[in-house]
């Protein structure tokens, strides 16, 4: 993460975001109608079948719970040192 990043999720952080908002101009004091939960789609678009349970066994391997936890690993990148 560059210093920039770090400087403006710390500027995210502090307590001065209701120092510049005018929260009394929000949407929702303004009493504007809440934006959808899920975009509208089109009634008309082509629908794509998913695949059957025994259309994709074949390539599920029979693993409990126990060994998928146990054989997770990390994917992620952390630096040594931050900035």
Same mark, same amino acid.
């Given at each position: 993460m560059s210093e920039y990043d770090y400087r403006i999720?710390?500027?995210f952080l502090k307590d001065s975001?209701?120092?510049r908002t005018d929260f009394s101009r929000t949407d929702q004091n303004l009493g504007r109608p809440v934006p959808l939960v899920q975009k509208p789609f089109d009634p008309d678009a082509p629908r794509i079948s998913l695949a059957g349970s025994d259309q994709w !066994?074949?390539?599920v391997r029979d693993i409990s719970l126990d !060994? #998928? #936890?146990a054989?997770?690993?990390s994917r992620r990148n952390y630096a040594q040192d931050p900035p």
């Open positions: 999720n710390r500027e975001l209701r120092k !066994q074949e390539f !060994q #998928i #936890i054989n997770r690993k």
